[in-house]
Structure formats: structure tokens, C-alpha cells
């Protein structure tokens, strides 16, 4: 495995889970060298690490106010660079808001207790398809290229989020911790 995938996160994250995407976060990591992650949107980033059992508790009460029917999305465009927020290269998927996905991120963030708002999911919400320290895979843009001729109907087809999921993300890929997860759909 790549060094590449050495980037540093830190708190607990609630994810909004896309499994059927795996597959392409797979492939990019394969081709790459890197560590796969799991295929998320994050809905709240960096939730205190030091206070677990209540943020669990918390998430628990969660399940009761989710959307049930599932929350589907769909891409507007891809997005590849250099993260302002963390340093690392990345290729993200943005999503249309909609009413459903507005409401799981905002029933999070009031059940959560949680009020700093990632800046880049209010306004945009949208899935990490690879990031790594060697920003040069990315900063180029061609990766887009290559998912476009790839993964053709990757900006035309919708997706349904199907699992909410609470993370321990600190340190790297690694050594990210799964604490509970819940199917919405």
C-alpha cells in the first residue's frame, strides 16, 4: 500500500453510507496504490472523540427521527484538487441538495448536539471517490477523465444513501473504527 494514503483526520464522523459506489472507490484505490475507504458522504465531521458513549447514545436516539424510505441522490459533476480543508489530494462526487438529504444532515447535526457545520457539505454535499498525500494524483484533473470513460453513466444515474453509520476517524484510513451503524433503506 501506498504511503500516499497517510492523511490525518481526527473525531468522530456520521456518514451517510453509498455502498454502491464501493466498487469505483475500490478501483481508484487499486489503480493508485492507495487504502480504500469506505463509500460515504460525510454528514458531520469531528464530533469530540473524548465523550464516545454519549455521542453512541445520541446516535441511537437518531434512528427514530431518519428518513425511512431511503434518500436518493443525484450527481451534478465531479471535482478533483487539493483539499483547503485537510492538505491532501482528492476526486469528490457532488450531489443535488434536496429536501430529504437536507433533512437527514440537519435531524444529524440537532440530534448530534453538534453545531460547527462542514462548510463544504452545507453548501455541496458530495462523496470522496479517492484522496491521497501525493496530491499530484489528483491536482490534474485527469482523474475525471478517466472515471467519465470508465464509469459513463457515473453524473446521469441516481444513488440511494443506504446506511447512516458513526466512525471513529481518528489518525489515518487505517485505522478509522466503526461504531454503529443503521439501514434507511
Known amino acids: 500500500m501506498s504511503e500516499s494514503a497517510r492523511t490525518c483526520f481526527s473525531g468522530l464522523s456520521l456518514w451517510a ?38 455521542v453512541v447514545s445520541l446516535f441511537d436516539r437518531l434512528l427514530e427521527t431518519l428518513p425511512r424510505c431511503g434518500v436518493e441522490i443525484k450527481p451534478t459533476h465531479l471535482e478533483a484538487g487539493i483539499s483547503k480543508l485537510f492538505g491532501h489530494g482528492y476526486c469528490d462526487l457532488f450531489f443535488e441538495r434536496n429536501a430529504l438529504l437536507d433533512s437527514l444532515f440537519h435531524v444529524s447535526m440537532e440530534e448530534l448536539d453538534w453545531n460547527y457545520k462542514r462548510d463544504s457539505f452545507a453548501g455541496a454535499p458530495h462523496l470522496c471517490l479517492g484522496y491521497s498525500n501525493e496530491v499530484e494524483i489528483f491536482s490534474s ?23 447512516v453509520s458513526l466512525w471513529r476517524t481518528e489518525g489515518t484510513l487505517q485505522e478509522w473504527q466503526q461504531l454503529k451503524s443503521i439501514r434507511i433503506c
Request: some cysteine; charged content about 10%; hydrophobic content about 40%.
Open 17 to 54: 453510507e453509498v455502498p454502491i459506489l464501493q466498487p469505483i472507490i475500490n478501483e481508484i484505490a487499486s489503480t493508485y496504490h492507495l487504502f480504500p475507504h469506505p463509500s460515504h458522504m460525510t454528514l458531520v465531521y469531528g464530533l469530540p472523540s473524548n465523550v464516545p458513549l454519549s
Open 141 to 163: 484533473g485527469g482523474i475525471k477523465d478517466v472515471l467519465m470513460n470508465c464509469y459513463p453513466a457515473l453524473l446521469t444515474t441516481s444513488y440511494k444513501i443506504e446506511k
